[in-house]
């Protein structure tokens, strides 16, 4: 069986000469024809699908950091109940409480708890009021929250650079529009000094659009 050859200046030719009109052959030869539509439309929209890219990813990062704060939201609030219960029944003296609730302590507030007992807070009148204000008091959700947020600030700021910049583009696409529009008009006037007036304005919006062109961001 004949194929269609992959040289393009005789492809068109080879192909017609082929033995009989099969259909194979036609579609091998649609199929070797140089497709440039796709690759034209995705060079044309990539613009466009960075911005939905970063403001997606933006939406997304700022949708895990709410999670990630509503999380070390709810982590903070046992610590904070059980460090009063436990302050309570140990300055009753019942220390078999306070083991207790020690021992419900997250394994996050412990190393604020023991820096808080080391001030000596009980005689120390300038110790820390709460070991949740103490900076050895960290959670992980909180921090990841913080992280994520800087995330998505970083990408909506992005995105909003992307945006500002292609519609600077289209602005000088439509004052370079412009440049043509009195290229053209400027054949109709039989007057010379009026000729030369509108190819001064259109070489002015020219060398403007240029220089706005030059300074433009094309990362």
């Given at each position: ?177 412009i440049v043509l529009f009195f ?37």
């Amino acid at each position: 069986m004949s194929t269609c050859p992959m040289s393009y200046p005789n492809r068109a030719k080879r192909c017609r000469d082929a033995s009989g009109p099969s259909r194979s052959w036609r579609q091998s030869c649609s199929r070797s024809r140089p497709s440039r539509s796709r690759g034209a439309d995705t060079k044309r929209r990539g613009g466009a699908a960075y911005r939905r890219a970063v403001t997606r990813e933006a939406s997304t990062a700022r949708s895990l950091a709410n999670r990630a704060a509503v999380a070390g939201s709810q982590e903070r609030l046992p610590d904070l109940l059980n460090f009063n219960r436990w302050l309570e029944v140990s300055t009753e003296g019942n220390t078999q409480l306070a083991d207790l609730y020690e021992r419900r302590f997250r394994d996050e507030f412990r190393p604020a708890f023991t820096a808080w007992l080391a001030q000596d807070p009980l005689n120390n009148q300038s110790a820390v009021a709460s070991p949740l204000l103490m900076p050895q008091y960290v959670l992980a959700n909180e921090v990841r929250s913080d992280r994520l947020e800087t995330v998505a600030d970083r990408k909506f700021a992005d995105g909003r650079d992307a945006t500002e910049n292609a519609d600077d583009y289209i602005f000088l696409t439509v004052l370079f529009a412009i440049v043509l529009f009195f290229a053209g008009i400027s054949l109709r006037f039989a007057w010379p000094l009026m000729r030369m007036i509108v190819l001064g304005i259109g070489a002015a919006i020219l060398v403007y659009g240029l220089v706005e062109l030059s300074l433009m961001n094309t990362h």
